[in-house]
T-cell receptor
């Protein structure tokens, strides 16, 4: 079955450590996205990539980094520069402008 | 003011009731999505529409482009419909999300 997979579902890290969240899709989608969700707020765009080896900053990119070396994979690194990293992170992908977006199951990151 | 506003924020209903969730937006869009998020956090896309009306089972979504408004209706609601329903609009390559409507359907 085609889909988009995020791992792990829950992640705990100590303050000051970098952590990388995985997002893989086998839908052959060109575009991939990372969103952050905080209680009482809509999803906010961190980074997105429309093609391999290219990505753009979203609305809240500070403290995050991404790579897009393969079409299937779009990992997100939460760096120690991110001041408030504890949140729920969602990855999404989309085939082209007129198709629906598919979402992963999310990763809940807790930094202690 | 948010670019995508949903109402109500919270909604409780008795099983069998007809549910309506509203979404208003202030930007020009190419499409509007209705999404469902269950307590575990994963999101499922329910509808993508750019005009008119779509129906899938007990779910109906409508959009009025001139009024910049969309509604999601659930007929004969069931406890398993309990979830957060999110409206998102597509502006160029980005999706802009509403804050969601939390629906609780009681037996």
């Amino acid at each position: 079955d085609g889909g988009i997979t995020q791992s792990p579902k829950y992640l705990f890290r100590k303050e000051g450590q970098n952590v990388t969240l995985s997002c893989e899709q086998n839908l052959n989608h060109d575009a991939m996205y990372w969103y952050r969700q905080d209680p009482g707020q809509g999803l906010r765009l961190i980074y997105y990539s429309q093609i391999v080896n290219d990505f753009q900053k979203g609305d809240i990119a500070e403290g995050y980094s991404v790579s897009r070396e393969k079409k299937e994979s779009f990992p997100l690194t939460v760096t120690s520069a991110q001041k408030n990293p504890t949140a729920f992170y969602l990855c999404a992908s989309r085939g082209n402008m007129n198709t629906e977006a598919f979402f992963g199951q999310g990763t809940r990151l807790t930094v202690v | 003011k948010n670019e995508v506003e949903q109402s109500p924020q919270n909604l409780t209903a008795q099983e069998g009731e007809f549910i309506t969730i509203n979404c208003s937006y202030s930007v020009g869009i190419s499409a509007l999505h209705w999404l469902q998020q269950h307590p575990g956090g994963g999101i499922v896309s329910l509808f993508m529409l750019s005009s008119g009306k779509k129906k899938h089972g007990r779910l109906i979504a409508t959009i009025n482009i001139q009024e910049k408004h969309s509604s999601l209706h659930i007929t004969a609601s069931h406890p398993r419909d309990s979830a957060v329903y999110i409206c998102a609009v597509r502006d160029a390559d980005k999706l802009i999300f509403g804050t969601g409507t939390r629906l609780q359907v009681f037996p």
